[in-house]
């Protein structure tokens, strides 16, 4: 029996290597921030437009939390970006408003206790339409409208 045990031994190691490197390559493939937390999870995510889209610029996200301040980072040419060394606690990822987007935010806990294993928290940002991009309410007159003379008369 213990030449069977052996044998297998090779075979996970191989198992572990190929999930170890298929997790942190996913996240090495994203603009990575290590934060001040001190923890050892991530927070990774994505920013899309109002529709969903994904945004294909970079863009400055922050990450604060209420004990740690706050924290720069930037998204790689995809929209995503990766926030490192995550400990327990409650954050808020957000992306201000610009000339070209409006802002977004969302909150993230963390509340992992003592699990030994990095572990990935992912967020989307949904980015707000730009604000001049709404109309602002008109007033509509009804003498441009060419509406008949007799719907008028009902209407005034």
Known sequence: MGVRY??????ACLAS??????????VGSSQSTESPFGGR?????RVVNSDGKPIYDKITVHLSSM???DTI????DEGKFVFTRISDGTYTVSVEE????????????VHLGDIPVATALYVTLRLAPKKSALKAPEVIS???AEIPKGALSDYN
């Open 6 to 11: 052996k044998s297998l031994f090779p075979w």
């Open 17 to 26: 290597l190929v999930c170890a490197i298929s997790f942190f390559g996913q």
């Open 41 to 45: 999870h991530f927070i990774n995510g």
């Open 67 to 69: 004990f740690g301040g």
């Open 73 to 76: 980072g930037t998204t790689d």
């Open 98 to 109: 610009t000339n070209d987007h409006g802002a977004a935010s969302e909150t993230v806990d």
């Open 142 to 144: 009804s003498a441009a």
